[in-house]
Structures are given as structure tokens and as C-alpha cells.
């Protein structure tokens, strides 16, 4: 380092700020000192980078604030959420203090956002996901390792964890194939549907195609707003036309299983139902979303592109999947009379 700074001639200081991206050195310098240091090979040892940044933290009685969360709304509903909650406890578990920031909070803009957070000496930031669908960030993240949560930020794109889908599918589909379902349908909506990139739709087509022809797999697009009437009434039709013996649903905020035994259906005499997200019901079986995990999970992301000196967004940012836990719930029990499928 004291070879960079002497063929730069800046101090051994800057050069250690410049390799940490540090906005507050302009990024001429930075550019400079950078091309100097790949010249002479220089690469930061891991073990002492992570070394240090132990040191760092445990030299503080109290943890500082180190992190940023960025969230949508009120905060009342934010601190509830197991991505927040496990964020919070991953960050602690590691000597790291964070602080929530509404970012749509319409007294600060995204440019007096970002001086606060570099004055506060704030360099990571986990985004909670948008509330009301895709979303782009305004915001300059040079400077800052960041991660969201979730694939509503679409812009900046960011390194994520994420629910994978397309296998919480399969594996649902697994488990009532096993269990001796048949006839088996999807109940989603166009804005779940897009939210999760269709993939709910992908796995019904491609395991009908590819893993079980034998299956009768179907889907049912419900009309907004899901749970009126009308809506309803399609649905229970639908489940009757087809002769369903099995469903499965996404949705959130709409409490399907409630409205399908409302509007006559008997579950699981009639029809298995599982849950392909959390159910409050513990009656209710369901694939469970992971939610304190994925929370520590972004937290890992952040904290090692610190550690990494990564203060830029990447250029190809690293998608986390995670998988959700099988809950067993007494709505979809297995069939001992169906015929067991290979295949």
C-alpha cells in the first residue's frame, strides 16, 4: 500500500479509503490509485480483511449503526416482518447495530438520503421488498454494498435473495403426486403471477410436460378483485368443471382457503388445499416462506461485499434462492387408495 501511495502521490490513508471506494475520495483518485494498484497486482488478503473487520467491531462497547434498511410505508408494519426481524438478528449476531429508513418518505430526497447515510458512516444497505409490485430505486448506490430482498426492485439491479419459486412449485407438486393427487390445479392472480415471473405457471407447465403426463394439471387466473363474488364464483365452477382433487394458491392477503370452505367446498373431503406461502391457520398445510433466514441471508450478502471492499453495484449481482419448509397441516392428507406414479 505504501508503494501505491508513493507512485500516486497521495497518503497511505487515501489509497486504503480509495480501495474501499470511499465517496468521499473523488473518483478521479480513485481511478488512478486503482489502475496503479492492478499494475502491481495488489489484491487484499481475505484473512486479514476479515480479520480487521472483526477487530473493528468488537473494539466498540456498544455496536454502532453499520447498516441501513430501506423500507416502503409505515414502520409499524415493517418491524412485524420476519425479513426485518431477521435481519435484525442476524446483523446483532455479528456485531453489527442497524437502523430503519423509510425510503418514500416524501421529506427527504433520495440525494439528502444518501449524505446522511455517508455522514452517519452508514456503507451497507438490505432494501425490504416494494409493496405494490415492481418498483426502481432513485438512488445512487456508489459507495454502498447493497442487497434487496425479495424481485420487486428491479432498477438498480441488485444482488437479491429471493423465494425460489419454480422448486417450491415442484416440490408441492412432488408431494401431492406422491400422496395420490391427480387432478390438480393452480389458484393465482395476474398480480402475484407477474410478481413472481410466472413461474407458479412454468412449473405447472413444464412438470405436465416433462415429469408427470398422467397428471391433470390446470391453473385458474383469477379476476381482480379476487375475493368478490363474482370472482368466487368462477372459481368454485372452475374446481368443479375440472374435477379437481387437489389446489394449491400463492396468494397473499386473500384468505382463499377460508372463501373456497365459505362457498361450499370441503377441505380436504372434496378438495386438498396447500398453501405455497405462510398460512396463519396452522391447520392448513402449507410450504413456509423462510422469512428470518432470508432476512440473515441478505445481511451475509451485504456484509460480505464489505469485507470485499464492493461499494459499487456489480455488474452481474448474485441471486440467492431459498426454499420454503414443508408444513403439514391437515388439509391435504395423503390418498392410500390412488395408485402410486413413477416417474
Not at 501505491?4 to 497518503?11: D, F, K, M, Q
Not at 398460512?279 to 433466514?293: A, E, L, W
Amino acid at each position: 500500500m505504501r508503494q501505491i501511495a508513493e507512485l500516486t502521490g497521495v497518503s497511505a490513508m487515501t489509497v486504503s479509503r480509495a480501495l474501499k471506494d470511499n465517496p468521499r475520495i473523488s473518483a478521479a483518485t480513485r481511478k488512478r490509485i486503482r489502475r496503479v494498484a492492478e499494475d502491481l497486482g495488489y489484491a487484499p488478503h481475505p484473512y486479514v480483511s476479515a480479520l480487521m473487520s472483526g477487530l473493528r467491531r468488537t473494539r466498540l462497547e456498544e455496536p454502532k449503526v453499520n447498516l441501513a434498511v430501506f423500507y416502503f410505508g409505515e414502520r409499524a408494519g415493517i418491524v412485524k416482518h420476519t425479513f426485518y426481524q431477521g435481519i435484525v438478528a442476524r446483523a446483532q449476531s455479528i456485531g453489527y447495530a442497524v437502523e430503519s429508513v423509510r425510503y418514500d418518505d416524501p421529506a427527504t430526497t433520495p440525494a439528502r438520503l444518501r449524505d446522511i447515510l455517508l455522514s452517519r458512516g452508514i456503507r451497507g444497505i438490505v432494501l425490504m421488498p416494494a409493496p405494490d409490485g415492481f418498483a426502481s430505486i432513485d438512488f445512487n448506490f456508489d459507495g454502498f454494498a447493497a442487497a434487496t430482498l425479495g424481485h420487486t426492485i428491479v432498477h438498480p439491479p441488485l444482488p437479491r435473495v429471493a423465494n425460489d419459486t419454480y422448486s417450491v412449485a415442484f416440490r408441492t407438486l412432488d408431494e401431492l403426486r406422491d400422496r395420490g393427487y391427480r387432478r390438480i390445479g393452480l389458484i393465482i392472480n395476474d398480480y402475484v403471477n407477474r410478481l413472481a415471473r410466472f413461474l407458479y405457471s412454468a412449473a405447472i407447465l413444464a412438470y405436465r410436460a416433462h415429469v408427470a403426463p398422467q397428471l391433470h394439471l390446470v391453473e385458474h387466473i383469477m379476476a381482480d378483485p379476487a375475493g368478490e363474488p363474482a370472482s368466487m364464483n368462477k372459481l368454485i365452477r372452475w374446481i368443479r368443471t375440472e374435477k379437481l382433487d387437489a389446489v394449491i394458491c400463492p396468494l397473499f392477503g386473500i384468505p382463499i382457503y377460508e372463501l373456497l370452505i365459505k362457498n361450499g367446498i370441503r377441505i380436504p373431503q372434496d378438495v386438498a388445499y396447500i398453501h405455497l406461502l405462510d398460512y396463519p391457520d396452522p391447520d392448513v398445510t402449507s410450504m413456509r416462506q423462510m422469512g428470518r433466514m432470508m432476512g440473515g441471508k441478505a445481511v451475509d450478502l451485504v456484509i460480505a461485499m464489505i469485507n470485499r471492499n464492493e461499494f459499487t453495484p456489480p455488474q452481474y449481482p448474485q441471486v440467492v434462492g431459498t426454499l420454503n419448509q414443508w408444513h403439514e397441516g391437515r388439509t391435504a392428507p395423503p390418498r392410500p387408495s390412488a395408485p402410486r406414479l413413477v416417474g
